[in-house]
């Protein structure tokens, strides 16, 4: 394993009206990196239950790499119901393995040969992960390309794990909701999105902040310019683990020597296909991973 991209954080199984499907932001984004032709890899943990052994075939079966510990804590599972615009609605359950993902050996050997890690804010809602993500984060070389998918879920979030998340991070990616919660959290009430992005971009030296608005947009900010692309339209059968893939296509992108502007286009695409499908991990048409 070399040149390795990791999606550290959450796994489990969103419950949907139709039935499960693999998920957890980090997981869906490690698993759309390796469409691109990396080396993605999954960072989690998993209980000793058949939840987890279904996880377990799932990825062999998606032949995506991963770590994976076993500890006494149920597999995570995430009742979702979809509202008329197939918007999720989560219903996050507590006190289950990926709250628990424990430090290993496995790690710090992965770290040196990382080239992009991308975790959130979910999975620091428990001290035992957000220590085992911080301390990974800490351990990565210095040209490793950090990014923070900040997925606020319910109140399973602080402006403590924001904070020091930011302060590792290179790219922030964030939502048009998520936006306004962490003006709130920041004191900022009244300003626009974009000058809250600018703000981030300034206050943590980011090299990017990417802001998804749904239907109306997305856009991307750097320390000298500005990026805006229409979300294209198409018929949503549900948006589950569209801003991951979103996240993918953009990175990977970039890594590939793509400007910004394209790799902004890509991640557009790919996101809005993802919408067309049943769950987060769809595989792709050869048309966008060309």
Known sequence: ???????????????LPGGKVLGGAPANFAYHASQFGFEGCTVSAIGNDAL????????????????????????????????PKGIPQYIISENVAWDNIPFTSKLEDIAEKTITVCFGSLAQRSEVSRKTILRFLDLLPKDTLKVFDINLRQK??????????????????????EVIVVAD???????????ICRKLLKLYNLKLVILTRGTNGSYVFSPDKEYFQPTPKVDV?????AGDSFTAGFITSILKGKSIQEAHKIAVDVSAFVCTQKGAMPKLIESLIQ
Do not use: C
């Open 1 to 15: 394993m070399k040149n390795i991209i990791v999606g550290l954080g959450e796994i489990l199984w969103d419950l």
């Open 52 to 83: 987890g052994d279904e996880i377990i075939e799932t990825l062999n079966d998606k032949a995506l790499t991963y770590i994976i510990e076993r500890v006494d804590f149920p597999t995570g599972t995430v009742p979702v119901a979809l509202d």
């Open 156 to 177: 399973f979030y602080s402006k403590e794990v924001i904070d020091s998340s930011l302060q590792r991070s290179d790219i922030l990616k964030i939502n048009d909701e």
């Open 185 to 195: 959290l920041y004191d900022w009430k009244g300003e626009s999105e974009a000058d």
């Open 237 to 241: 059968v549900d948006t589950v683990g």
